[in-house]
DNA sequence: CTGTTAGCGCCTTCAG
DNA sequence: CTGAAGGCGCTAACAG
């Protein structure tokens, strides 16, 4: 176990404390305070809805307006207007007054479906998963349909998500996990989300995972490639490669692509030289602090890498991956871009404010959530069978994005 | 207006094309591929609930197991169980074997209430929101409810969404804004909210904007005299700040509290130096930009702040800002740290990142998440009036964590 | 303990 | 074009 943050420091403002201490500080800490109240606090007396308690409903309206409930139901929800202009008026200003909101349980319940979508990612607070998530809501939220949100940190957890979502009755849903679960857990998700699309709802993934489903995916391996490419143009011979979990498609086809190029230039990797770990910082972080510091596996000598060579590259197969590298380099004396270079896959934001700012290959985040809630709101019949019209791809080939973190040399 | 990534080029791997161009580059453009599909694809012709189409409901599993609807409720949903055990076993069975799964809309019609909570953001792929919302999701989902999100880019769109979120009439829903709206939009927002409260809602905001809701709110104001103190003592003089806009208040607090702590060492701030913005990474980036463009306001010389004597640090009331204001600093020429101390406010994972670390106040974003997921679902009664009880502070004092971007001078 | 009977709030034929 | 009536899937008294 290596620990981070090494070379940080906490302290308290006011008293000699001991520090920043366990996240979990002062959590659940609630006590009141004294502030004045704002002016504002209680000057707003306006009528609401009812008065007291629940909130207005369509028969509400019916009355106040003195029309059918069928009628006010046309007028507020019913997509075709045929309702004579005068009492459609009546209606809405009733409407207005009792400030009528539709109850959109009770319209899925009588219409028999939702404007609902779900989304499950494994960690919102990734950056990846964070820019799918913004790319997910607006689209959704621009077609009207609201998007509830699951994490599932691990594989068991999906499953217990998804069942969790399923039950809500969503239009589609949507997976953006990282990581593959063991065999049978793997079955049952599929099996879950078999039953799910049987039943009238559709299902995408984002980033292939070799399921029956559709995928909207991007040009890993040619990516990787790219990669590949640039480092040997670069100048680069000693790579070590960040992937991640091996059960992971896509971790599979970038690396695929990066060895491939490789190859093709006559460079063999250094077994040795590869991490095998999750798509996440802190796995990133750790690998590297671990080849640096057992032994010094990075830098030229004894039990080095490439035959005590050492690298003289890091390729991370993601780009937090290679954000906590860069760090754990730092940590260990190691000049990132200077003495090591230094490429991610993804293109987080992010990737341009760390220094030297990252070079790695761009994906286009958000649209991929927009183009998942599309084909979870489209209408086409997906093909069951698995010849073509499975997989949607963004982006035919991949752009590299050159910063200075893998300077020619 | 200033552009970014000046030094940034990208280049396609396989033609000499004209680089990234346009993020929407490529979407859409869905095709179609011929991959061979996987041998798991159509080998699983398990029983999919009635076959056909529509999921089995309660009177499907009732009947199938011989029972009223009623028992079927009472052992599938109905929490005190008094059922004969036989009878349960068959329901199950049956419910086992149709693949029941309640329709949680139908249930929320019947109870009058659903187990939703709704989650509005400005933008998710901020690391700050990103870690709010993560503490939500993953609070709400231990206590078995489920989270709809929303995103508001603008204050207009702000009281859009709150409407859409309304009209799915949510336990509880909580707001993480981080701008403050113009006074109309402002009162319409808690005409809005004060109707939903009225019909039974619970609103909370995720710090206080002031508005008569309760609201999780940190000690921004001591954060930022921390700040302040730690500046004079490691050796600053003439800080430049960012901060967000004026309207929000908790911009305003950390304000305060920086200038309130600065003043007490006789330090004034130069007006000049203070840049209003919003919380993102682009303002603190163009802030910094033009500072640093428009005649060399930071380093010293003719028309340099603080009387030509220039900036020796940035204090930065978001993280996000330092940020981008770091990589501003660079492409301007100057280092951040080494001639120009920087500081932030939140620690969001990605502030040991950057180089060097940044120097901030630790925010406990996860913690906020859950304590207003608390808030919200539990069933103390709010007190409307004013005084007391409407804030729910995290962090009595607030923890600076000491990196390198501040050093001794 | 179990089944019967009303609704929950809304939509949607179906007559007028 | 409008109103009455039945139904969506489920829960909650209420009798047995």
Redesign the pocket.
Known sequence: MVTERMTTRAIDPEAGGDGRGDDRDGFGTVFGNGRGGDASDRQSGRAAGRGNG?????????REA??????????????T????????GKVMQAAERLN????????A????GSSNIALLVSDISDPYFAGVSQGVVKAASQRGVTVSIAVASNGEDELDRVRGLVATRPRGIIISESENVNDSARQELQEELERYRSSGGRVVFILDRGLPFPAVDVANEAGGRAIGRLLVESGYRRPVILKGNDGYRSSAQRYRGVVGALAEAGIMVDPRAVANGQFNRTKGFSAIMQMAGAGGMLTPGEGAVYGGAGADSIVALNDVMAIGAMTALRNAGIVPGRDIGVTGFGDIPYAVDVHPALTTVHLPLTDMGRAAVESVLSDDEYVADDSGRRLIFLQGRPDVILRDSLPRR
């Open positions: 629940a909130p207005a409903t369509l028969s509400d309206v019916a003195g029309v059918s409930i069928a009628t006010a139901s046309r007028v507020l929800n019913g997509g207007r045929k309702v004579r202009d005068d009492l459609r009528y909101h539709a109850n959109a349980y009770a319209q319940v009588a219409k028999g």
